[in-house]
């Protein structure tokens, strides 16, 4: 079963440096989202593509964060200069016609 | 932007009783799903349910779109039923972003 995977699953970081996470969407989804989950909320979300294109952005992706789909399959999520507010889960969903499966997350501790 | 509440917030049972979540959406939606979050952060499909009932096992759901609600019912509730629950919906003007409810958190006890 290829469901969706996210690489790492956790990640320690110092303040200020920059990090980036992977996604591999279900192999036949074009449409892939980002969401982000912190302590005792449902998760946010934060990008959202189809095929390559990145259709809608969140308020909640500031300038610091970049998001990546170059050829329509995997994605990347880019974090620069990290602060402590951006410990998080980031959660990588995908969909082909409507239901949405989620990967198991990348937990980000910023220290 | 559609609003999503949950109730209750929080859920002590015993094994085996029945318990019913409920899900309260401000607008009209196109895509409606219940996800279970284990202890380690994975989210798992239990429904996906815009309208109507479905069933799966001890697990059944509803969604009454005209009046803007959803439930899920667990019956014989085991210890494995444990964790967080929460109701996610897009919204008809979204391009297929989820907007979730804060979660109902159910404790099962042996």
């Known amino acids: 079963d290829t469901g969706v995977s996210q690489d790492p699953r956790h990640k320690i970081t110092k303040r200020g440096q920059n990090v980036t996470f992977r996604c591999d969407p279900i192999?036949?989804?074009?449409?892939l989202y980002w969401y982000r989950q912190t302590l005792g909320q449902g998760p946010e979300f934060l990008t959202y593509?189809?095929?390559?294109?990145?259709?809608?952005k969140s308020r909640l992706l500031s300038d610091r964060f970049s998001a990546e789909r170059p050829k329509g399959s995997f994605s990347t999520l880019e974090i620069q200069r990290t602060e402590q507010g951006d410990s998080a889960m980031y959660l990588c969903?995908?969909?082909?016609?409507?239901?949405?499966?989620f990967g198991p997350g990348t937990r980000l501790t910023v220290t | 932007g559609i609003q999503v509440e949950q109730s209750p917030p929080d859920l002590i049972l015993q094994e085996g009783a029945n318990s019913t979540l409920r899900c309260n959406f401000s607008?009209?939606?196109?895509?409606l799903q219940w996800f279970h979050q284990n202890p380690w952060g994975q989210l798992i499909n239990l429904f996906y349910?815009?309208?109507g009932t479905k069933q799966n096992g001890r697990l059944s759901a509803t969604t009454v779109a005209t009046e803007r609600y959803s439930l899920l019912y667990i019956s014989s509730s085991q210890t494995t039923d444990s964790g967080v629950y929460f109701c996610?919906?897009?919204?008809?003007?979204?391009?297929?972003?989820?907007?979730f409810g804060q979660g109902t958190i159910l404790t099962v006890h042996p």
């Open positions: 996610a919906l897009r919204g008809g003007t979204s391009y297929g972003k989820l907007t």
């Open positions: 607008d009209s939606v196109n895509n």
């Open positions: 192999s036949e989804h074009n449409r």
């Open positions: 349910i815009p309208s």
């Open positions: 969903a995908s969909t082909l016609l409507g239901e949405q499966y």
């Open positions: 593509f189809q095929n390559e294109a990145q259709l809608e």
